[in-house]
């Protein structure tokens, strides 16, 4: 007589909440469906997400897994109009979520059996089909419970295509026409006359003009506008629009060279909501612009990097602005000790800041950062070359810390001994600083336990002393870089080996990595999906042979000698 499954006394729901806690790791309901009967058909009518690997899977896939929400076939390339009909009929009463993103042999024969059999899906995305035309927007215009619809870089839709959808699928909220460049005035506005629930909106890249706007600002639940790169919106043009949008949140006119603090004080008329302006390559920061921005009395995120002008307007921004929690000044020529200490000095609250490349700041400015911004959370600085090893001395006092960049800076072992007074930390990028050694590795090993990723590229006195110390510390880490380290070795593979979360491992350029230090890290690292081994002349045949036996969550190898 078998003994008794105690697991049978348990409720379903208490199972369930079992397989979500496992999902974070690809192979636990694999093994949690192996335990017994019992378990295969709970983890069988419990899973609601797949993203198949081969195609070939598909048919197994949809006897197994009847109640199937989202499908993401970005690793099926080859998917075509009969697979297509195949799944729709398979998942035609659960299926809401389909990403065909990465495939390309389909055509608007099984984009309409998509649509038509699936009468609950609410999101598709066909990015990265240039070859799709109107034909294939009719087809899908045929969905009509859609709610989001990216189309991205699919340049064969012109405003015909555009003008089906729209008139079909009236419950849109979401919506990407990104790089979709025979889409013009005319198709834009139709999506916003006849899309009345539009919540996000992105036409990049699109040859569009002001004229569309007024359609377009009239959306009453519009929170977010991407007008990235169109070029063809102009100042003049938006000073005579009438609309507002109350609504609006987030507005990102990168790129827009056309566009000054005319333009945007006219797109964002009435916006007291807006939390977000992206405006990274593109205005001048001026007074004017810093005006403008009084407006926005609930702004948390300004991004300028790339801008010019600064130099003038960065003050300003600190009168007109109390209440940033972000802040990007990334590759901003004029950027000063001065003027970039007052801003923060009138936005305590700043979570992040990114001064990436701004190379006149100097150690002055950095106790003026420290004291004036202790909720931080996210600094990159990135090649601020003035700042010598004794300002990074400060960066300890940012207890909350958790993303640092000091990437080809003159940071040293002792600015890494007060850096790891952020136990916070998860993001570390140390990439061409030639300064530190395995002694700073191990202050942050003993004291950054929740690390997950370390970037260490070109910093040439690293040794395996210091990534064993990591490794041993650090047990989380899911990305490391160390690439291009000559005293790399196969003794760091074996301790990465036991960092079961990998995912990510740059070993580019290290000429002593062997096949037995490769295949370490193949069968102790299970999640392990991209790996770049390039320059790695040790590594022969045998080497990869391991990898293709044990990887089986592999997506991406960069290998050449």
Not at 376 to 397: D, K, N, Y
Not at 403 to 431: A, H, N, P, Q, Y
Request: proline content about 3%.
């Amino acid at each position: 007589m078998e003994p008794p499954n105690f697991f049978d006394l348990l409720a379903k729901d208490l199972l369930y909440a079992i397989l979500d806690h496992l999902r974070d790791d690809p192979f636990a309901p694999k093994f949690f469906s192996q335990a017994c009967k019992s378990f295969y058909a709970l983890e069988s009518t419990h899973r609601t997400a797949l993203k198949p690997r081969r195609l070939d899977f598909l048919p197994r896939a949809s006897r197994r897994y009847p109640s199937i929400l989202h499908l993401d076939l970005t690793l099926c390339p080859c998917v075509d109009d009969f697979a297509l009909k195949a799944l729709s009929l398979a998942w035609r009463s659960s299926l809401r979520s389909v990403d065909l993103s990465r495939c390309r042999l389909f055509s608007h024969v099984g984009l309409s059996a998509l649509a038509l059999n699936c009468t609950c899906l609410v999101e598709l995305d066909l990015s990265n089909r240039p070859d799709l035309t109107d034909v294939a927007a009719k087809a899908i215009a045929e969905a009509v419970n859609l709610e989001r619809l990216r189309l991205g870089r699919c340049k064969g839709i012109t405003d015909m295509g555009i003008g089906c959808i729209a008139v079909k699928c009236e419950r849109l909220r979401h919506v990407v026409l990104r790089w979709c460049i025979r889409v013009t005035d005319f198709g834009a506005g139709l999506i916003a006359i006849k899309c009345k629930e539009i919540r996000s909106l992105d036409l990049s890249y699109m040859p569009i003009t002001e004229r569309c706007l007024n359609h377009i600002l009239q959306l009453e639940h519009l929170e977010d506008l991407v007008l990235e790169h169109c070029l063809g919106i102009e100042d003049h043009g938006l000073a005579t629009l009438q609309a507002n949008c109350k609504s609006m949140k987030m507005l990102n006119l990168s790129k827009c060279q056309n566009i000054g603090h005319i333009g945007i004080a006219s797109l964002t008329n009435g916006a007291q909501n807006l939390e977000k302006l992206i405006l990274s390559s593109s205005v001048v920061v001026t007074t004017d612009l810093a005006k403008c921005l009084q407006s926005f009395p609930r702004l948390q995120l300004v991004k300028l990097d790339g801008c010019l002008g600064v130099e003038s307007g960065l003050k300003a921004i600190g009168y007109a602005c109390n209440s940033l929690k972000e802040l990007n000044l990334s590759k901003c020529v004029g950027v000063t000790d001065e003027n970039l200490s007052f801003l923060l000095k009138t936005n305590k609250n700043l979570e992040k800041l990114d001064i990436t490349c701004c190379r006149t700041i100097t150690p002055e400015f950095m106790p003026n950062l420290t004291n004036s911004c202790l909720r931080l959370t996210s600094l990159r600085m990135e090649s601020c070359s003035l700042i010598s090893r004794e300002g990074f001395l400060f960066i300890g006092q940012c207890q909350l810390l958790e993303e640092l960049d000091v990437t080809d800076t003159e940071i040293d072992d002792i600015g890494l001994c007060s850096i790891s007074r952020c136990t916070k930390l998860s993001s570390l990028k140390l990439g061409i600083c030639l300064m530190i050694t395995d002694k700073g590795l191990k202050h942050i090993a003993n004291s950054c336990s929740e690390l997950q990723h370390l970037d260490l590229y070109r910093s040439s006195r690293i040794t395996d002393e210091g990534i064993i110390a990591i490794a041993l510390g650090c047990p989380s880490l899911r990305v490391v870089n160390i690439a291009y380290n000559s005293n790399i070795t196969d003794s760091s593979l074996a301790f990465l080996s036991k960092c079961q979360k990998l995912r990510t491992l740059e070993i580019r350029g290290c000429p002593h990595i062997s096949p037995q230090g490769l295949s370490n890290v193949v069968v102790g690292c299970r999640n392990l999906e991209n790996l770049d081994l390039k320059k790695c002349r040790k590594i022969n045949d045998t080497g990869m042979i391991q990898l293709a036996q044990h990887s089986q969550s592999l997506k991406q190898v960069g290998s050449y000698s």
